[in-house]
């Protein structure tokens, strides 16, 4: 059966499947995500089934039904922790984006199945600087973080929040705009309200951040880049600091002009979140008049001569106008845009709130638009069709009830369109009244909208009206405001008495009446000029009095009309029963005021009680308090060192962006000359050759040195013993030479003799001589 459900689901169309009630659908989805979360499931089967769940997580409605009743989130949270050894696992980029997608703008329980774990993953891989990784976790863990306390608090107690924090503020540097956005959502959910958050958007670099924001805004990356852009300045917004900082903007006009361009885009999803993040700037007051400003004073001459020109007509030069993109959205919504419809209308309710002579031409183009939204639904259309109507119906409503506001302005000259209006504005709350016991919500809005100080007109414009329907219209109305605690009946009494007023002038001006139309002045100047009682029973018969002279005052305007006497009759008879069921409905508010009183002050002494809780609980909290107090001082010294550990990453960004374009330059010069590879490769082999030759030369060199060494040695022996020869010659030498002296001078000696010898014999014989010759 459950393969059967499968493969009838693979069939069907996903958009709105499980929010249909249908049982099938149902069961199959059930069973795969019991498949998809059990340990068992190959990996192929469970990417298969979490793919066909992607596209249920298209749907809004299936969205959250995945959410609230098949625990998807923990689901895919539990096969994230199965593989989270691997993060760079497809399964596991898969399951990231599809929680991704889940999570988004949706409230998960900090206390549901694997939470924990999921958010130490995400953290532990925010830090892991792969890209693959890192974005998809910085976008879900934007998602985990924003409106949830919970888990916000959970983050802040882990002992790494501060290296957590440091690394957020490097991606602030990132070279993609989406990690940009991410890492800035996440700090300001986690820091926007503490000390480390008060430096991060300090005044002196916020409107810095605030030219980021929109400039991703309009140039981003794509629709979900702009998606959460629009976010965080949105949750900006909601810190009256960074509101605050924003009306100081000095670009703000132009900001806003070119977000404004983007509503020409006809993208339902991108012009649903630009007109999201104008409603937001419509919620400060120091913003919507300079929004009003950009909307509509651009467009005020030029609307105001096509209008008599061509009615209604929109050229291609009027397209570029924002204030005619709002009118385009508001124009039969078709599928899938029912929200922008509604957004246009929210925004343009709020703006014309600030009223301005310098719409009325935008005005008369919108009317025709607004009141084609109020034609009849098909009695056969779907309940999710009638629930639409019926909320743009009321939305409708406040829209008429402004346009109204501001043709008072210049009732002179709009006295049609106010007319138009109202009685349009009469219609919805008339079809409200009808459907506030079968649609939701719809009781609640229908009285909100009877107190609201803009019914007054309408109402008065109904009861001062010459058509019967149109009187008994407002009167069915005004008995079911006149017992609601802040309906403004005497503002009522007043409008009527100038409405009545006004008649009796345009009447004086074309035809002269008789002397009784000059007594009716009167009533209506006691009315309006008559001092306002501050007790409750005194407003009450003053009311009266008022309702009473209102009704003499359009009876004596009854008469002021050339009609017949049986139309007279009729109108009188009208006016008495309206005054007897004012009358009735006096003596009502007076016994629900003495009702209401007592209840107040039931309530008060409940309050005392209350009051008398809230002293102890305020003298727990300032025991705490002090605690808090040192824990912030203790964090002014983290918060210092994460200031100047900023400073150092700032300088290191600068580092890494020239080394970024050396690197850069070199990649080029590398691409020029990938053809010598080869000879590099060559020129590597000779050069380990000769680092080879060069070990043999070093090896043959250090056994020179140590051979040298010992030849040093030896030498220096020889040197030693030179020396030593070298003294016992000079000695010798010395010796030689006395030797040589003595042997000289015994030579000399014995020349001498021979001389002597030779004499002796000379003076011998010749015979004698030559035997002492012989002889000697």
Same mark, same amino acid.
């Given at each position: 059966k459950?393969?059967?459900?499968?493969?009838?689901?693979s069939?069907?169309?996903?958009?709105?499947?499980?929010?249909?009630?249908?049982?099938?659908?149902?069961?199959?989805?059930?069973?795969?995500?019991?498949l998809? =979360?059990?340990?068992?499931?190959?990996?192929?089967?469970t990417g298969?089934?979490?793919?066909?769940?992607?596209?249920?997580?298209?749907? !809004?409605?299936?969205?959250?039904?995945?959410?609230?009743?098949?625990?998807?989130?923990?689901?895919?949270?539990?096969?994230?922790?199965?593989?989270s050894?691997?993060?760079r696992?497809?399964?596991?980029?898969?399951?990231? $984006?599809?929680?991704?997608?889940?999570?988004?703008? =949706?409230?998960?329980?900090?206390?549901a199945?694997?939470i924990?774990e999921?958010?130490d993953f995400?953290?532990?891989?925010?830090?892991?600087?792969?890209?693959d990784?890192?974005?998809?976790?910085?976008g879900l863990?934007a998602?985990?973080?924003?409106y949830?306390?919970?888990?916000?608090?959970?983050?802040?107690?882990?002992?790494n929040v501060k290296?957590?924090?440091?690394?957020?503020?490097n991606?602030?540097?990132?070279?993609?705009?989406?990690?940009?956005?991410?890492?800035?959502?996440?700090?300001?959910?986690?820091?926007?309200?503490?000390d480390?958050?008060?430096?991060?958007?300090?005044?002196?670099?916020?409107?810095?951040?605030?030219?980021l924001?929109?400039? &991703?805004?309009?140039n981003?990356?794509?629709?979900?880049?702009?998606?959460?852009?629009? !976010?965080?300045?949105? !949750?900006?917004?909601?810190?009256?600091?960074?509101?605050?900082?924003?009306?100081?903007y000095?670009?703000?006009?132009v900001?806003?002009?070119?977000?404004?361009?983007?509503?020409?885009?006809?993208?339902?999803?991108?012009?649903?979140?630009?007109?999201?993040?104008?409603l937001?700037?419509?919620?400060?007051?120091?913003?919507?008049?300079?929004?009003?400003?950009?909307?509509?004073?651009?467009?005020?001459?030029r609307?105001?001569?096509?209008?008599?020109?061509?009615?209604?007509?929109?050229?291609? =030069?009027?397209?570029?106008?924002? =204030?005619l993109?709002?009118?385009q959205?508001?124009s039969?919504p078709?599928e899938g845009?029912?929200?922008c419809?509604?957004?246009?209308?929210?925004?343009?309710?709020?703006?014309?709130?600030?009223?301005s002579?310098c719409v009325?031409?935008?005005?008369?183009?919108?009317?025709?638009?607004?009141?084609?939204?109020?034609?009849?639904?098909?009695?056969?259309?779907?309940?999710?069709?009638?629930?639409?109507?019926?909320?743009?119906?009321?939305?409708?409503?406040?829209?008429?009830?402004?346009i109204?506001?501001?043709?008072?302005?210049?009732v002179?000259?709009?006295?049609?369109?106010? +007319?138009?209006c109202?009685?349009a504005?009469?219609?919805?709350?008339e079809?409200?009244?009808?459907?506030r016991? +079968?649609?939701?919500d719809?009781?609640?809005?229908?009285?909100?909208?009877l107190?609201?100080?803009?019914?007054?007109?309408?109402?008065?414009?109904?009861?001062?009206?010459?058509?019967?329907?149109?009187?008994?219209?407002?009167?069915?109305?005004?008995?079911?405001?006149?017992?609601l605690p802040?309906?403004p009946?005497?503002?009522?009494?007043?409008?009527?008495?100038?409405n009545?007023a006004?008649?009796?002038?345009?009447?004086?001006?074309?035809?002269k009446?008789v002397?009784? +139309?000059?007594?009716?002045?009167?009533p209506?100047?006691?009315?309006?000029?008559?001092?306002?009682?501050?007790?409750?029973s005194?407003?009450?018969?003053?009311?009266?009095?008022k309702?009473?002279?209102?009704?003499?005052v359009?009876?004596?305007?009854?008469?002021?009309?050339?009609?017949s006497?049986?139309?007279?009759?009729?109108?009188?008879?009208?006016l008495?029963?309206?005054?007897?069921?004012?009358?009735?409905?006096?003596?009502?508010?007076?016994t629900?005021?003495r009702c209401?009183r007592?209840?107040?002050?039931?309530?008060?002494?409940?309050l005392?009680?209350?009051?008398?809780?809230?002293?102890?609980?305020?003298?727990?909290?300032? *025991?705490?308090?002090?605690s808090q107090?040192?824990?912030?001082?203790?964090?002014?010294?983290? &918060?210092?060192?994460?200031l100047?550990?900023?400073?150092?990453?700032?300088?290191?960004?600068?580092?890494?962006q020239?080394?970024?374009?050396?690197?850069?330059?070199?990649?080029?010069?590398?691409?020029?000359?990938?053809?010598?590879?080869?000879?590099?490769?060559?020129?590597r082999?000779e050069?380990?050759g000769?680092?080879e030759?060069?070990?043999a030369?070093?090896?043959?060199?250090?056994?020179l040195e140590?051979? *040298?060494?010992?030849?040093?040695?030896?030498?220096?022996k020889?040197?030693?013993?030179?020396?030593?020869?070298?003294?016992?010659?000079?000695?010798?030498?010395l010796?030689?030479?006395q030797?040589?002296?003595?042997l000289?001078k $015994?030579?000399?000696?014995?020349?001498?003799?021979?001389?002597m010898?030779?004499?002796?014999h000379?003076?011998?014989?010749?015979?004698?001589?030559?035997?002492?010759?012989?002889?000697?």
């Amino acid at each position: 059966k459950r393969k059967l459900s499968c493969l009838h689901l693979s069939g069907m169309q996903c958009v709105r499947l499980l929010s249909s009630g249908q049982v099938l659908p149902s069961e199959c989805v059930c069973g795969l995500v019991e498949l998809a =979360g059990d340990p068992n499931t190959s990996p192929a089967l469970t990417g298969t089934i979490i793919s066909l769940l992607a596209q249920l997580v298209c749907d !809004d409605e299936s969205r959250d039904v995945l959410q609230s009743s098949y625990n998807l989130t923990s689901t895919l949270a539990s096969i994230i922790h199965c593989h989270s050894s691997t993060p760079r696992e497809p399964l596991v980029l898969q399951c990231l $984006k599809v929680l991704q997608r889940l999570t988004y703008n =949706g409230r998960i329980f900090h206390c549901a199945n694997y939470i924990h774990e999921l958010i130490d993953f995400l953290m532990s891989n925010i830090q892991s600087h792969n890209d693959d990784i890192t974005m998809p976790c910085l976008g879900l863990m934007a998602n985990l973080v924003r409106y949830n306390l919970s888990v916000q608090t959970h983050i802040k107690a882990l002992s790494n929040v501060k290296v957590f924090y440091r690394t957020l503020i490097n991606f602030l540097a990132h070279n993609s705009l989406t990690v940009v956005v991410f890492a800035l959502s996440i700090l300001a959910s986690l820091t926007l309200n503490e000390d480390v958050g008060e430096k991060l958007f300090h005044s002196k670099n916020i409107h810095q951040t605030f030219q980021l924001i929109f400039n &991703i805004i309009v140039n981003g990356d794509g629709t979900l880049t702009r998606k959460y852009s629009v !976010d965080l300045l949105v !949750d900006l917004l909601k810190n009256p600091k960074m509101a605050d900082y924003l009306t100081r903007y000095e670009h703000f006009s132009v900001c806003v002009s070119q977000v404004l361009g983007l509503l020409h885009v006809k993208d339902p999803d991108s012009a649903a979140k630009v007109l999201e993040l104008l409603l937001a700037l419509c919620g400060v007051s120091g913003l919507r008049s300079l929004l009003c400003e950009v909307v509509f004073r651009p467009a005020a001459p030029r609307l105001r001569a096509a209008s008599r020109r061509q009615g209604v007509g929109l050229d291609a =030069g009027q397209k570029t106008e924002p =204030g005619l993109a709002l009118i385009q959205w508001l124009s039969s919504p078709a599928e899938g845009e029912e929200l922008c419809c509604l957004q246009a209308l929210q925004l343009l309710t709020e703006l014309l709130e600030v009223v301005s002579v310098c719409v009325l031409g935008f005005v008369e183009l919108l009317v025709p638009v607004v009141l084609d939204l109020l034609q009849g639904l098909d009695p056969a259309a779907p309940d999710s069709q009638l629930r639409t109507h019926c909320i743009r119906t009321t939305h409708t409503t406040s829209l008429l009830l402004n346009i109204l506001c501001v043709c008072n302005m210049v009732v002179n000259t709009c006295v049609c369109s106010s +007319q138009v209006c109202g009685e349009a504005v009469l219609k919805a709350v008339e079809l409200m009244s009808k459907l506030r016991q +079968q649609v939701k919500d719809m009781e609640t809005s229908f009285y909100r909208i009877l107190q609201d100080q803009r019914m007054v007109t309408p109402l008065s414009l109904a009861l001062t009206s010459s058509h019967r329907e149109h009187v008994q219209t407002g009167l069915r109305l005004l008995l079911e405001a006149t017992p609601l605690p802040d309906f403004p009946s005497l503002v009522l009494g007043e409008s009527i008495a100038a409405n009545n007023a006004y008649r009796q002038r345009e009447a004086e001006l074309s035809v002269k009446r008789v002397a009784v +139309q000059q007594d009716v002045p009167a009533p209506m100047g006691k009315s309006l000029s008559g001092p306002s009682p501050s007790s409750p029973s005194h407003s009450i018969h003053s009311l009266i009095e008022k309702l009473q002279n209102g009704m003499e005052v359009c009876y004596c305007n009854c008469f002021s009309f050339p009609l017949s006497l049986q139309s007279k009759e009729g109108r009188l008879q009208d006016l008495l029963e309206a005054k007897a069921l004012a009358l009735s409905q006096a003596d009502r508010l007076i016994t629900q005021y003495r009702c209401q009183r007592a209840q107040a002050e039931a309530e008060a002494r409940k309050l005392a009680s209350m009051l008398k809780e809230a002293e102890q609980r305020r003298e727990a909290l300032q *025991v705490e308090l002090g605690s808090q107090v040192l824990e912030a001082e203790r964090a002014k010294g983290d &918060i210092k060192e994460l200031l100047q550990h900023n400073a150092r990453l700032q300088a290191d960004s600068q580092e890494h962006q020239s080394l970024k374009g050396s690197y850069n330059q070199l990649l080029n010069r590398f691409n020029e000359n990938t053809h010598s590879n080869c000879d590099i490769t060559g020129l590597r082999g000779e050069l380990r050759g000769q680092e080879e030759r060069g070990r043999a030369k070093e090896k043959e060199r250090e056994e020179l040195e140590e051979t *040298v060494d010992i030849l040093r040695k030896e030498l220096n022996k020889t040197e030693l013993a030179r020396k030593d020869a070298s003294i016992r010659a000079s000695s010798l030498e010395l010796q030689k030479a006395q030797v040589e002296a003595k042997l000289q001078k $015994k030579e000399d000696e014995l020349n001498k003799h021979s001389s002597m010898i030779a004499m002796i014999h000379s003076l011998s014989s010749g015979k004698q001589k030559s035997d002492v010759n012989l002889s000697l």
